[in-house]
């Protein structure tokens, strides 16, 4: 009776230890997965903070504005007779630069290489009659500052008054410019009557060819088409008909939202306080820009 007794006693025994250690493993469990799911919260929240403190660190830190231009296209942006490069474009981004205490580098670029330097972080923005349309989707644009439009300039005694004019006729444009985006796009009908498309790296050099008679028409921004004609006389007019519209802005890497706020605000109190208008006035651009009206 006793030996039965105390089996019985030793079964119960082993039975409460069997149910405690069971509690004792589930709550640990629990409070293992509390405690991950904390950490990783903890490390998720960091992560964000580390994020946003990162992007406000790029405008906070900043010492210098790198700006990626084509030196060849006045007079938004243009080597002077002192061999310094200015114009437009620049002379924004060295207000811009001053007001923020950041230094402004100036670099020249080959057009159909933009993207490259972009997305390289060679520069930190494209600076320089930068058409936005159609490319809204690959950069970051500021809010437009110029009202632009693509024309025709041919020599005062071609003869060429209208686009049929144009028919059978030898045709410049700038490579990866809006105009030929245009002559591409739009206005492809139109160019499949040219007896031919040449395509320059600068406008510079097609206006040469265009004085030399090596092709009969430049279709090109109406900005740089008045400081061309200006600057070389009489001997050239611009078609009455605009080839396209569109609007220049500001383009940084997609994505690089901090910086864009930065500059354009500058930008904007620049408007305000008529600096911009000032500089838009000394390069003959009052009627063109569109910011702060």
């Known amino acids: ?106 670099q020249p670029i080959d057009w159909d290489s933009k993207d490259m330097e972009l997305s390289s972080g060679a520069i930190d923005c494209i600076w320089n009659g930068f058409t936005m349309n159609g490319r809204e989707d690959a950069y970051t644009f500021s809010v437009p500052y110029v009202d632009n439009s693509q024309v ?60 030399q008679g090596a092709i009969d028409a430049l279709a090109i921004d109406v900005g740089v088409a008045d400081y061309q004609i200006a600057s070389r006389g009489e001997g050239f007019v611009k078609l009455s008909e605009n080839l396209a519209s569109e609007q220049y802005g500001i383009g940084f890497k997609l994505g690089n939202v901090e910086l864009k706020d930065q500059v354009e605000k500058t930008l904007l109190e620049m408007a305000d306080d008529g600096t911009f208008g000032k500089i838009a006035e000394k390069y003959g651009l009052s009627d063109s820009v569109c910011l702060g009206k």
């Open 152 to 211: 025709f300039v041919v020599a005062a005694d071609s003869g060429i008054t209208v686009f049929d004019d144009l028919a059978g006729k030898n045709v410049g444009v700038q490579k990866d410019s809006s105009a030929l985006a245009a002559l591409e796009g739009d206005a492809a009908d139109l160019a499949a009557t040219f007896g031919n498309l040449t395509q320059y790296s600068d406008y510079n050099t097609a206006f040469m060819d265009l004085e």
């Open 1 to 106: 009776m006793k030996k039965l007794l105390a089996m019985a006693v030793t079964a119960a025994f082993t039975v409460s230890m069997l149910v405690g250690c069971g509690q004792s493993a589930e709550t640990t469990d629990a409070s293992v997965q509390e405690t991950t799911q904390e950490t990783e919260t903890e490390a998720a929240d960091e992560e964000t903070a580390g994020t946003a403190d990162a992007a406000s660190e790029d405008t906070a830190e900043r010492t210098t504005f790198t700006v990626g231009f084509d030196a060849e296209f006045p007079p938004y942006g243009y080597m002077d007779e002192s061999g310094e490069y200015t114009g437009f474009d620049l002379e924004l981004a060295q207000e811009v630069c001053d007001r923020n205490g950041w230094e402004l580098v100036k």
